[in-house]
């Protein structure tokens, strides 16, 4: 990592995890890394639209003029570096599950995507009682036969 800010925020994020694959939703505090913020983005998990930005920073934005939230991500790179961005995009998924399948935990899991087809194929993968997708883990039932 060359960036000062991407080397803060895997930092701030080493720090919280500690020994654990990541740190709980819960304590990730938005203040502690207001520095950065401005210089990152979120990608969305949708290979057929080019894995659009849900979010990115103001100065993120400066960078190519314009707001970049909808933007398809790979459409932001030459086109002989498009199917090798796409590539990368789709390890960071399979790390994605292999983090999700490292807890000690498993009974119930969600994930949000606006590819519903790549959702129910990723969700394949992840070893789980139940999982969501598009759909919160909140009103599960406590009586469905989940475990060995």
Not at 48 to 53: K, T
Not at 60 to 67: I, P
């Amino acid at each position: 990592m060359k960036l000062a800010a991407s080397q803060e925020l895997h930092a701030y994020w080493s720090g919280l995890r500690g020994a654990r694959s990541a740190p709980e939703r819960a304590e990730i505090d938005p203040a502690a890394i207001r520095g950065v913020l401005a210089d990152t983005f979120i990608l969305e998990l949708d290979e057929s639209r080019g894995y659009p930005i849900r979010i990115a920073g103001t100065r993120t934005n400066l960078l190519f003029d314009r707001e970049l939230k909808g933007a398809a991500f790979v459409d932001l790179w030459r086109k002989p570096d498009q199917l090798e961005i796409a590539a990368v995009l789709a390890c960071v998924a399979d790390e994605a599950v292999a983090v999700a399948n490292s807890t000690a935990y498993g009974l119930s899991a969600g994930l949000i995507t606006g590819d519903n087809q790549r959702g129910f194929t990723l969700a394949q993968r992840i070893d789980s009682g139940v999982v969501h997708v598009n759909d919160q883990t909140v009103a599960d039932e406590p009586q469905l036969p989940l475990g060995a």
